[in-house]
């Protein structure tokens, strides 16, 4: 097949010369894509690619879906949390496509294991929701910084970078594909009164009732945001803490776990689903698919918009830097694959959002759409992924719309510079 | 013709020792390596420093944390002895057919065929608030608010290990036992000692070696163990390794790989305090 | 043996039989558990009440659909255990038989495998890995994962065959040995039989110890998922009954493996006692 296809135009062709080489993969043509597959060569569906991420998001239904469409193989791997930066940094070989949340990107760059992806290559930059290119809201207010940005870790001047770019470029770190807004889940019914600030985590009232998420570096956000919303500490920035900082927080929180405030810090999804859905637990942080779980169940539980805000996160999909030739082909296109709407018609139904929301819309029923997007009131049940009654029709989006809730995020998943005296002192914390 | 003897033993022992030349002590050295390595908040750097070593003696935690695996250890033997004693005792002395003996045996070892990971989570449903314990001793009458300590605490840490852990103390005691010759326990029937004294005073002592054998396991099972302790004290305890897993999910590998280094010194120095009390491979030799 | 003069059971045969079936009951406690649970409707989760009954999740295993490559997984699993058994049994055998002389190095290797036990296995699998990939080589289940998996059986191994072949009474073999038979014979029909619980004992635990290894095989296993390492992931952010659909899964397996053992077992033994007196009795039978 002739790859020999022209540039767009002298700009691109001047960024290109700049940008290193990537190799063969380059003369792929670009934004010519139509439908899919579009990268056929003869022997394209022996390719296989394996992406290996959280079983949040690297799911096996999505694996079968793009080998369908695209006719080359995917397969998903699924790694939990702590494996997954080891393996992608410690076993690149075995991993094709990295599914990892933006922060992980400070582990990888400029150290040749991810390969950056030409903006040129990649269909739906402008489609892209400009949390991601451009690091504002619509109306041009700024996102909060806080934390891991994922517009601070997205672009690159070169291949070889060691840091990013400050500006957008024409290299993508990753392409951005799931995200969310994250906050406490509580258990309406036995609470019976509204909560509105980050604190009531820490209020004696729900001695015994609450629990953490036990990763240091999400637990500790979620208690910075309830300390600060106490009034104990004002942090400079949540998720870059100083040592000062970082020993206050910890100090409440031994505190606070002394007197028995905690039931549990937990470490798995199912312990979140469990501690909520027995009632062991009426308040805590939680991530939205167990939310959805526990009200599968016919279990009250809300995940509540707070005053100070959300905790944000956002993952990305990158190919390893020792794909090239035809697996990079496909690689690519599998990426535009990716965020052309059956992923993200799939992920919504779990609470996520697309990074492309026009494109996953088509896939989502316009009771759907509204319900999870623009927080409407559902005119009928809602389904998860797999059939199964989520929310029953009149019921509204915890939190509401995309923009009420991805436009009040106070802090973003993160690594902070002083990691190692703050995962030292968390395992102070947890021993207490 | 005949084989030098030492010549037969090396060939025997070679594919054990290459196994664990190449797949443990290649690895074993490279993390002694890198425990001497600096590290900045996204790599590490190579070097030769001590600082690693430094701050893990010089932190309380570090004690803390010794401390909380060792209770954890040393209550689970005491536990796990009594109860693998008694079952070898039983399997091996009081059962008569051989079939029944191994199956009796099988029987306690399918529910280690089941994942430890799924075992574990299935202690919630069980001794959670609303749990089947609870709720049935609430329904009982025995309590009238559901106890908070079966779960998430100590109590369900050293119950897991226990659950998990037994089958490890019963073999070595059952191969021990077997090995005695039924002719000695009959000559001290016959010299009229009670029962308990056969089992004190014969039994107990003929098999030491798999009681040590055994107490090793634990030792190591439990000195070692991370998501056990994560999960059933619900986050809130932690011990030398679930810190050192934190450490590496973070790839602060020479901190990590320094306190693995002062652990297996410790536990080594447990292990070898058990061998002095049973020589094991004496018996052996004979 | 110690029974009463009328051939019956003693009163301790009464208590002990108590305290074992007790002791099952406590193993098999969960495991109800989650067997009930693993008949959870379609909108039920992993605790209690159960939220309508059926075969739901079962089938989700089958149709392999959100519940990840539990299919796939368990394969791997199985046969990497079966490959692990194999492999500790004969290398633990046959090091065991070699220990039974003194030779040089003897030392060295006893604490070398002492080691490779008490090492965590996290970075047991991080050495590995690292050197694998420092060697250009890919990490596979059936590679890396099974030398990780090795260092951890076979001490285990080795150990069990201390405590088989301690105080061996050699009568046996040189018995043998004066009747004629060769080294070869005498391995073959008086050392191996008198051992064989032994041996059942090291394979039964390689076989377990690997099925359900995490921390070695976390970092090893390449591309592919070994079950444990799979139920994990899932846990972390999915939860599913069919975890415990698994649970059923694996025991009504094993159930029948043990079955089929059991009824090999008691042919094996009906024809070793038809075969010879005069090779040896074997100790067990009391």
């Not at chain 2, 070679?14 to 290649?26: D, E, H, Q, R, S």
């Not at chain 2, 536990?79 to 029944?100: D, E, K, N, P, W």
């Not at chain 3, 008691?266 to 070793?272: G, P, S």
Request: aromatic share 12%; charged share 15%.
């Amino acid at each position: 097949m002739n790859r020999n296809r022209s540039r767009g135009g002298q700009i691109t062709r001047r960024r290109l010369l700049k940008g290193a080489a990537t190799g063969a993969g380059l003369a792929v043509g670009s934004g010519m894509v139509k439908g899919f597959p579009t990268v056929w060569a003869q022997n394209i569906k022996d390719v296989k690619l394996v992406q290996v991420g959280g079983s949040y998001s690297a799911i096996i239904d999505i694996g079968r879906a793009a080998s369908k469409d695209l006719g080359f193989q995917v397969e998903m791997q699924n790694a939990d949390h702590d494996a997954l930066i080891n393996r992608v940094v410690n076993e690149p070989k075995t991993v094709d496509i990295a599914d990892v949340e933006f922060f992980s990107q400070y582990y990888f760059v400029g150290r040749n294991i991810l390969q950056p992806i030409p903006m040129s290559k990649y269909k739906w930059w402008d489609k892209t929701v400009p949390i991601f290119t451009k690091g504002e809201y619509p109306d041009g207010r700024k996102v909060s910084a806080e934390g891991t940005l994922p517009f601070k870790v997205q672009y690159l001047e070169s291949r070889d970078a060691k840091t990013f770019a400050k500006a957008p470029t024409d290299l993508l770190s990753g392409i951005p594909t799931v995200y969310n807004a994250d906050t406490l889940g509580i258990r309406p019914d036995l609470i019976k009164r509204p909560i509105e600030r980050w604190s009531e985590l820490l209020n004696p009232e729900f001695k015994g009732k609450t629990a953490i998420v036990a990763v240091p570096s999400i637990g500790i956000m979620d208690a910075a945001m309830a300390i600060e919303s106490r009034g104990d500490v004002k942090y400079g920035d949540k998720g870059n803490m100083t040592k000062a900082e970082i020993d206050k927080t910890i100090g409440i929180l031994i505190d606070a776990k002394k007197a028995g405030q905690f039931r549990a810090f937990w470490s798995t999804f199912d312990e979140s689903v469990n501690l909520m859905a027995s009632g062991e637990v009426v308040l805590q942080s939680m991530w939205s698919p167990a939310v959805t779980a526990v009200r599968s169940r016919s279990i009250d539980c809300y995940y509540v918009p707070l005053k100070e805000g959300y905790r944000g996160w956002g993952s990305c999909v990158a190919p390893m830097a020792h794909l090239s030739g035809l697996k990079l082909d496909a690689a690519i296109e599998y990426l535009n694959w990716y965020n052309s709407g059956w992923q993200g018609g799939f992920i919504a139904k779990q609470g996520y959002y697309s990074s492309v929301p026009e494109t996953a819309k088509p896939f989502l029923t316009a009771n759907e759409w509204d319900y999870w997007y623009e927080g409407k009131p559902a005119t009928e049940d809602i389904k998860d992924p797999y059939g199964h009654l989520m929310e029953k029709a009149g019921r509204t989006r915890d939190g509401g719309s995309f923009w009420q809730r991805m436009g009040n995020i106070a802090c973003w998943n993160t690594i902070m510079d002083e990691d190692r005296y703050m995962v030292k002192r968390w395992n102070e914390f947890v021993s207490a | 013709m005949k084989i030098n003897q030492q010549t037969v033993s090396w060939l025997q022992v070679a594919p054990l020792t290459l196994v664990l030349l190449v797949f443990f002590g290649i690895p074993m050295v490279l993390v002694a390596v890198v425990s001497f390595f600096d590290y900045g908040r996204l790599q590490i750097i190579p070097a030769f420093i001590f600082d690693n070593y430094l701050e893990l003696f010089q932190s309380n935690l570090t004690l803390r944390l010794y401390a909380t695996a060792i209770k954890y250890t040393a209550i689970v033997w005491a536990i796990t002895l009594v109860i693998g004693f008694t079952v070898a005792y039983f399997l091996v002395f009081h059962v008569r057919s051989l079939t029944v003996k191994i199956g009796l045996f099988l029987i306690c070892t399918v529910p280690f065929w089941t994942s430890n990971i799924i075992r574990m989570i299935s202690w919630i449903p069980f001794l959670g608030l609303h749990g089947v314990f609870n709720s049935g001793l609430i329904g009982l009458g025995i309590i009238h608010q559901p106890l908070f300590f079966l779960l998430f605490s100590d109590f369900a840490v050293i119950v897991a290990y226990v659950h998990l852990n037994t089958l490890f103390m019963i073999v070595p005691i059952f191969n021990s036992m077997a090995r005695i010759d039924p002719g000695v326990i009959e000559a001290a029937y016959d010299a009229g000692a009670s029962r308990w004294r056969v089992i004190t005073e014969v039994v107990l002592p003929l098999s030491k070696t798999g009681i040590a054998l055994g107490s090793i396991f634990i030792i190591t099972l439990v000195m070692g163990d991370f998501f056990v302790v994560k999960i059933m004290s619900g986050g809130q305890s932690a011990t030398v390794v679930s810190a050192l897993s934190t450490e590496i999910a973070s790839l602060q590998y020479p901190p990590a790989a320094a306190s693995a280094v002062v652990l297996v010194l410790v536990v080594a120095l447990m292990v070898s305090a058990i061998l002095r009390l049973v020589d094991v491979r004496r018996e052996l030799t004979g | 043996m110690h029974d009463t003069a009328d051939g019956g059971r003693p009163w301790t045969f009464y208590a002990l039989a108590a305290f074992f079936a007790l002791f099952v009951l406590f193993l098999y406690g969960p495991m109800i558990v989650i067997y009930v649970l693993s008949f959870q409707g379609p909108n039920g989760g992993l605790t209690f009440p159960l939220n309508g009954v059926s075969l739901h999740w079962f089938d989700a295993l089958i149709k392999q659909e959100r519940t990840g490559d539990i299919a796939g997984a368990f394969q791997r699993s199985i046969g990497l255990a079966a490959l692990v058994t194999v492999l500790t049994v004969l290398f633990s055998v046959m090091a065991g038989l070699a220990f039974r002389r003194r030779f040089a190095g003897a030392g060295l290797v006893f604490y070398m495998a002492i080691a490779s036990l008490i090492m965590p296995g996290l970075f047991v699998s991080l050495g590995i890995g690292l050197v694998f990939q420092m060697l250009d080589l890919s990490t596979t289940w059936y590679g890396s994962a099974l030398g990780a998996q090795l260092t951890w059986t076979l001490p285990y191994g080795l150990l069990i065959m201390f405590a088989v072949l301690g105080r061996f009474n050699r009568a046996y073999e040189e018995a043998a040995s004066d009747l004629g038979a060769t080294n070869w014979q005498r391995l073959q029909h008086v050392t191996l039989p008198i051992v064989l619980p032994g041996i059942i004992g090291v394979a039964l635990f390689g076989f377990t110890l690997s099925y359900d290894e995490f921390p070695r095989t976390v970092l090893t296993s390449g591309s592919s998922n070994t079950l444990p390492l799979e139920i994990w992931a899932m846990t972390t952010d999915v939860t599913s009954p069919a975890l415990f659909a698994v649970g059923t899964v694996t025991t009504v397996i094993s159930f029948i493996v043990i079955g089929l053992a059991l009824t090999s077992i008691a042919l094996i033994e009906r024809r070793r006692v038809r075969r010879a007196v005069s090779v040896g009795k074997s100790a067990t039978v009391s």
